[in-house]
């Protein structure tokens, strides 16, 4: 069993509170130091009570999901002796009221675009096999119950 553990830090720094007209900037410090600045999403709170150079945690969401699948994506294109030189994606992560009337991210589109080195690139098939492994063995998208769609693409380099 592994635990992760996450320092968040809020402080209102004498705004009113009680009319929710404070700041939603805070920070996120990780165990091994590195300290991130966070916020509520400008879409959710407007641009005055945010910082939009900040991450949200709508967007940490999709991106620790997308980071998940692409890390086993490496480890099993590794195992079957196909040599990626980029990955490259741009998800997005769609908020939006589900089943039970909730706002949730509901879906996660995960779109890749994969380089192989020219001569072991898997064919299509095998390409979207090891995208569809990397989906069952993420950790993180087997503890949520988000939609997640993958469109993986596949480059080619030829060897120089």
Known sequence: MAHYTVTIEW????AKFLDHKYQRSHTWTFENGLTLKAAASSHIVGDSFTDPSAIDPEEAFTASVASCHMLWFLSIAAGRGFVVNKYSDHSEGVLEKNGEGKLAITRIYIKPVVSFEADNAPGREDFLKLHQEAHRKC???NSIKSEIEISPKMETVQNL
């Not at 402080?11 to 004498?14: A, Q």
Request: charge should be positive; hydrophobic fraction near 45%; charged fraction near 45%.
């Open 11 to 14: 402080k209102r720094d004498g």
């Open 139 to 141: 950790f993180i998208a």
